[in-house]
Nanobody
Framework: VQLQASGGGLVQAGGSLRLSCTVSGRPLNGVAMAWIRQAPGKEREFVSA????????YYADSVKGRFTISRDSAKNTVLLQLNSLKPEDTAVYYC???????????????????WGRGTQVTVSS
């Protein structure tokens, strides 16, 4: 499984971005996907996840109500819509995948098996 994240950039506070993660090597069905970010000088942290069948979404409290995760199975792509961005959202955003992870482990970043290269999101104040 290979993951390719894109869509990052520089945006002012209050603005929006949409991140994409394209999955290759296997169909998206049956694969749980997550977005995880790492701010400068900080550890990686869970942002959002979508379940294997796409029916359930999970968010960190810090992004709930502002970010939306979704997937397009036809395009084998997972999206993360980032709205009302804040300077503290500045980070490298990674997409991750797993076909074996259980729901209770979604927020444990060590439980994700496959990782893509990150895409930089910078929010200016």
């Amino acid at each position: 499984v290979q993951l390719q994240a894109s869509g990052g950039g520089l945006v002012q506070a209050g603005g929006s971005l949409r991140l994409s993660c394209t999955v290759s090597g296997r169909p998206l069905n049956g694969v749980a996907m997550a977005w995880i970010r790492q701010a400068p000088g900080k550890e990686r942290e869970f942002v959002s996840a979508i379940s294997r069948n796409g029916g359930s979404q999970y968010y960190a409290d810090s992004v709930k109500g502002r970010f939306t995760i979704s997937r397009d199975s036809a395009k084998n792509t997972v999206l993360l819509q980032l709205n009302s961005l804040k300077p503290e959202d500045t980070a490298v955003y990674y997409c991750a995948a797993s076909s074996t992870i259980i729901t209770s482990e979604y927020r444990n970043i060590r439980s994700w098996n496959y990782w893509g290269r990150g895409t930089q999101v910078t929010v200016s104040s």
